[in-house]
Nanobody
Framework: QVQLVESGGGLVQAGGSLRLFCAAS????????VAWFRQAPGKERECVAS????????YYADSVKGRFTISRDNAKNTVYLQMNSLKPEDTAAYYCAARSRGVIGYVHVLQYDYWGQGTQVTVSS
């Protein structure tokens, strides 16, 4: 099993940047693909980015492509989400999730086995 803890959220003005962290503990982190999801009030949880176990493959939702970058450091058991050019519509609770199989193309909540508690991102206009 793996435990996930997100951090790095906060309040930022539109056009600003934030970097989210997903710290993992437990068994071999490099065995898990990881994704970032977000959920705004009244909306479904959506996958915004994912990264393969080695870090060689990534996926981005169209809504964040070109603005967000996902990366990982397996030596530090951490996955990052660099968010630039933030917009008010990026306001949401952000969650990292993991599964012990491939993640590219897997964008549904039920396809992930492990979840963090979330970190809030608020973008003011």
């Amino acid at each position: 099993q793996v435990q996930l803890v997100e951090s790095g959220g906060g309040l930022v003005q539109a056009g600003g940047s934030l970097r989210l962290f997903c710290a993992a503990s437990g068994r071999a982190f490099s065995s898990y693909g990881v994704a970032w999801f977000r959920q705004a009030p009244g909306k479904e949880r959506e996958c915004v980015a994912s990264i393969s176990r080695s870090g060689s493959s990534t996926y981005y939702a169209d809504s964040v492509k070109g603005r967000f970058t996902i990366s990982r450091d397996n030596a530090k058991n951490t996955v990052y989400l660099q968010m630039n050019s933030l917009k008010p519509e990026d306001t949401a609770a952000y969650y990292c999730a993991a599964r012990s199989r491939g993640v590219i193309g897997y964008v549904h909540v039920l396809q992930y086995d492990y979840w963090g508690q979330g970190t809030q991102v608020t973008v003011s206009s």
